[in-house]
């Protein structure tokens, strides 16, 4: 029998709200763990990345703060830690359509903006805090927050914040805020120090584990694509960079990232990039172009294996193979994401086969690898139809006093709309021959004018792309 939101003690105003956008029935991590966590308990939840976690802490956080006490300026009585600004700024997604119906408000804290605007929120009053450590503990310093009032605390991906050093932190955090609040604290794996956390901050907690720690999803095909040699990488990149819908591309450096991500917009394909070195309002607009479909392809490093959270994500591709286990789990994470399929490629050179060898060991999956080019009919059938060429946006020339503008592709690209819209997938007519042809010599001739049109991916003008059993040509 189906168990709905209302069977598990959701109020029902945010069930309405849960209705309104599209969800109407629990995952299993909440499942398990609403009746506890509505009932006031400490719990520890357990489960992979894309399980519906959000959700699990964000009904019982805004549910149990409905209603309560009068808010009051810089004392917050509700908080949630994220390791990253990105899951953050996700988590505050999600929780604010149920907060609003609640009458919550919420407000997030980060580094690498201006906290003016985080300190005025705090000042003006707000019920729910969504912060990343760093920055919390700084506004803590300077007393614009206190979190003496704070009956609900949220640990979310508490192991990722072990991996990056901020459990130090996490700890004087948690110490400021009153022991008989509820904590919730989710985490894939207890190791790292995650278990101090946990022995010192829950009581009587309750565990809920959907599946075992670091284990694959099983809607996700995982694939090994052996490649020859640096030039043959290249290929193979651009080719399954070429399908319809999103893909995450994954690299080792930011540089590498950045320019990929400039290649690839050159060739025909929108892509933007992601990494540390990007302004916060940066990786906002290239997050936003990607999650409208704008861009189809983001370039990331693995800064964004945590804090990436969007739907309809068919391919991770891990063009650089991961340091370890655990990153190849959290980057390959990103897709098949609840409930949904996805494939993710790991592309493997001669001298890294045995580093990948150990690290698939680790992560309990099996997968033969194959020897692949960019024309191989695996890569190709995994491909799928190839989406519509669009002309790269031309750099325009700074005007009078202003900073040099950015180009697409990379930071700087225009605004999209707001995250979470569905992709836009282009759809082509041609008359006549294709738009662009492929001569002998490998150079592009483009079709005459008025042969060909195009819709989609924001409306951009683009040429009619090779069939899948074309041969690909090298990113530039």
């Known amino acids: 029998m189906t168990t709905s939101f209302s069977d598990l003690g959701v109020p029902r105003p945010l069930v309405a709200t849960l209705s309104d956008s599209g969800i109407t029935s629990p995952f299993p991590i909440q499942v398990d763990t609403l009746p506890d966590t509505l009932a006031g308990r400490d719990v520890l939840g357990r489960g992979r990345t894309g399980s519906g976690k959000t959700l699990a802490f964000s009904i019982p956080l805004t549910a149990r703060l409905a209603g309560g006490s009068t808010r009051a300026a810089g004392r917050p009585r509700g908080l949630v830690l994220a390791p990253t600004r990105e899951l953050a700024t996700q988590i505050a997604a999600v929780v604010e359509p149920l907060a609003h119906s609640s009458g919550l408000r919420v407000t997030t804290i980060f580094g690498g903006v201006s906290q003016s605007r985080q300190v005025e929120a705090l000042r003006r009053g707000v019920d729910i805090v969504i912060a990343c450590p760093g920055r919390l503990e700084d506004l803590m310093r300077q007393k614009f927050v206190s979190l003496d009032a704070v009956e609900i605390t949220v640990l979310d991906e508490a192991d990722h914040m072990a991996d990056l050093g901020f459990l130090p932190g996490v700890t004087r955090i948690m110490n400021a805020t009153p022991s008989d609040g509820q904590r919730l604290l989710f985490s894939a794996t207890l190791d790292n120090g995650v278990d101090k956390l946990v022995k010192r901050f829950l009581h009587n907690q309750v565990m809920h584990s959907v599946d075992e720690a670091n284990s694959p999803v099983a809607a996700m095909t995982h694939h090994i694509f052996d490649v020859p040699g640096l030039d043959a990488k290249k290929d193979l990149i651009r080719t399954l960079a070429s399908g319809n819908g999103r893909r995450i591309l994954f690299m080792r450096t930011k540089h590498q990232a950045r320019k990929l991500a400039k290649q690839l917009t050159d060739s025909g394909i929108p892509a933007v990039d992601l990494h540390g070195n990007l302004s916060q309002n940066a990786r906002d607009r290239n997050l936003a172009a990607f999650s409208s479909g704008e861009a189809r392809v983001l370039v990331a490093t693995d800064v964004a294996a945590r804090g990436v959270h969007v739907d309809d994500v068919e391919l991770v591709v891990h063009v650089d193979p ?127 004018a008025g042969q060909r049109s195009s819709t989609g991916h924001g409306g951009a003008a683009a040429t009619g792309r090779r069939r899948a059993t074309r041969q690909t040509s090298t990113p530039r």
């Open 322 to 448: 991961p340091a370890e286990h655990k990153a190849y789990l959290h980057r390959s994470g990103r897709t098949a994401r609840a409930g949904s399929a996805g494939d993710v490629v790991t592309l493997v050179l001669p001298d890294q086969r045995r580093d990948l060898a150990a690290i698939m060991r680790k992560a309990a999956i099996n997968v033969t690898p194959i020897k692949s080019t960019a024309k191989s009919e695996h890569v190709l059938a995994l491909v799928g139809d190839i989406a519509p060429y669009v002309a790269p946006k031309p750099v325009q020339a700074p005007a009078a006093g202003s900073s040099r503008p950015q180009r697409a592709g990379g930071a700087g690209r225009r605004r999209a709309p707001s995250q979470g819209g569905a992709a836009r997938q282009g759809s082509s007519s041609r008359q006549g021959s294709s738009s662009r042809q492929v001569s002998g010599s490998g150079t592009r001739q483009a079709a005459p």
